[in-house]
């Protein structure tokens, strides 16, 4: 069966990423449950990723399948274009009001992170040329940091590859140095903090581009598919006080940090921070339907609601506020705080974070271990002192797939994200699994 499927992947399907070298024998998953993914061989894993940073309840959760079976029997699906607008849609939109942010309550739907940060852009420079500021187009990211790729997101993005075969990219994006504390690649002044220098990065691009053409900073609070890099703590205030300094809007991207991942409901809250602009997307339904969206300020939202209706807010896209979507994202945010689940997630977070750090002690080839809540990262070194990459990463994840733990990779760090549910007996057997790729390959 497995030589079957297989043979019918490899000639109809295109894939995320695609290169027919990495697909030579992938999982094909049939099904899960909780923490684990079975193949249709039979073998399990431990997923340890969650998906991609997603699947916070876990798999198989019946309640979230059972809401979805009732709402596609009422109505599945209908336009939520100005002119009409469904339940699920309008409940969602109450709930998630003040929710992350209190000055956060007016909700546009999309179907995933990447349309979010791209309605995240258009309404940045829709706000600025209805402030007759129509020259405040460009967007400042962070090297290393993932937005999606569409094009315009991946013009955000930070990732080089991501680039290569589609350049060029969409004008008005530039990157700074990420508040990267193991390999800050900026410049750190007499008497200041990695946090501080990373900020003044930030400053000193506005100014150097002119505060009149910015028109938005984007930044996730913790990067993901960068390497799970954790910012020092005064770096978002800091970045807050310049964005407002220079009249610049903040678009926090919490795709993957929104809904309880790092150990808060959302992450700038650790810092005190609020954004202009949130974009959400992934744990909002745990992954069982596609959806996103964005949070506007009070004042965008009165931009917004105050335009001429030949200047009106022209965005749009099908699936914007899906009903069944938005109904088992009903559900899906009611089992994360029956179940508490945020909390677990710091819980589990430490108990992980310290697990590494024990591999740290004990393996010289460890030369940073970071995380916050549950996305953490493991990375390794030929030298401690030269922080040299070590060119292992690659084998020790196949080992760790080879022992039942499914989970990426980037560059020399080794990423663990898994469902928020997990217990300590599975957070160590993820650390153990760990031991045992690093020994193998040792």
Known sequence: ?????????KKHLLHPLHHPTAHQEPLIIESAEGIWLRTVDGREYIDGLAGLWNVLIGHGNRELAD?????MATMAYCSNYIGTANLPAIELAQKLAGFAYEGLNFTYFASGGAEANES?????RFYWKRLGKPDKVKVIARQDAYHGVTLATMSATGIAPYWTM???????FLH??????????????AGETIGQAAARALEEAILGEGADTVAAFIAEPVQGAGGVIVPPDDYFPRVREICDEYDVLLIADEVITGFGRTGDWFALNRWN???DILSFAKGITSGYLPLGGIQVSDSIREVILNAPTDQRWMHAYTYSGHATC?????KNLEILERLNLVNQAAEMGERLLAGLHVLMDEFECVGNVRGLGLMCAIEFVADRQTKAPAQIANKILQVCLDNGLLTRVKGESLLLAPPLI??????????????MGIESVL
Do not use: H, S
């Open 176 to 189: 700074i140095p990420a508040p990267y504390p193991y390999r800050f690649e900026g410049d750190v002044q």
């Open 166 to 172: 589609f350049e060029p990219r969409v004008p008005n």
């Open 422 to 435: 997990i217990v300590e007996e599975e957070i160590d057997q993820i650390l153990a699994i760990v031991r």
């Open 1 to 9: 069966m497995q030589t079957t499927w297989l043979e019918q992947d």
């Open 120 to 124: 995240a852009f258009k309404t940045a």
């Open 67 to 71: 809401v979805a079976q009732q709402q």
């Open 326 to 330: 938005c109904a088992v994202a009903i």
């Open 273 to 275: 921070v609020e954004p």
